[in-house]
């Protein structure tokens, strides 16, 4: 076995520890809305459940130079967002919303998303998404870096209300081979969902 002290290499040099060994990693894809009303969306690899009663979940959304990204900083303004899972079937479209974009321009428009209504959250979600959740933000919690500059907003956010594809909703359950999900690897690499197995947990 190789030992590394994270303290003895580069921030760069931990990231592609990290990105290499915890994978796959499930994406979400966020849509907020900024101050003037423009349709935000951004893919973020940072992401999982929190808890479920009440439904969260949780987004880390890394800052750069110091400074909250537009998914974040407009989270906190409006106190809302919609997670998307990414699947096959839209995910040259995520891609391209990594793109830099100014704050006054739309991923959206970019990647030639569809905009849907929300039900309960004034923030569209995107049609093509087959599973999309409404959020509402219940805590934002700066991460890393110096007290001064954090490195990262990690973003928690109450689920309240899902929409799921008629034909992936079971009796209660997803169904993951319809769903098709991509994940993140390192690099420029993903992941679709691959050989499902069982193992029965113990009692």
Do not use: W
Not at 106 to 127: C, Q, Y
Not at 188 to 202: C, D, N, Q, V, W
């Amino acid at each position: 076995m190789i030992m590394i002290d994270p303290l003895d290499q580069s921030e760069r040099d931990n990231y592609k520890l990290l990105i290499g060994s915890i994978v796959p990693r499930p994406i979400a894809f966020v849509t907020t809305l900024s101050s003037t009303g423009i349709l935000n969306a951004a893919p973020f690899s940072y992401f999982n459940i929190v808890t479920a009663d009440p439904p969260m979940v949780s987004i880390s959304v890394n800052r750069k130079m110091g400074q909250s990204k537009d998914t974040a900083r407009n989270a906190m303004a409006t106190g809302e967002f919609v997670v998307h899972i990414s699947d096959e079937s839209f995910i040259a479209q995520i891609n391209q919303t990594a793109a830099s974009l100014p704050p006054d321009e739309s991923e959206v428009v970019l990647a030639g998303l569809t905009p849907t209504k929300s039900n309960k959250v004034s923030v569209p979600g995107i049609a093509e998404a087959n599973i999309r959740m409404e959020c509402l933000l219940e805590h934002v919690i700066p991460l890393g870096g110096t007290e001064e500059s954090p490195a990262t907003d990690l973003l928690i956010g109450r689920v309240i209300c899902f929409h799921i594809a008629e034909s992936l909703y079971h009796n209660g359950y997803i169904d993951p081979e319809g769903l098709k999900p991509v994940s993140r690897l390192a690099g420029h690499s993903y992941a679709k969902l691959g050989e499902i197995f069982t193992i029965e947990r113990p009692e």
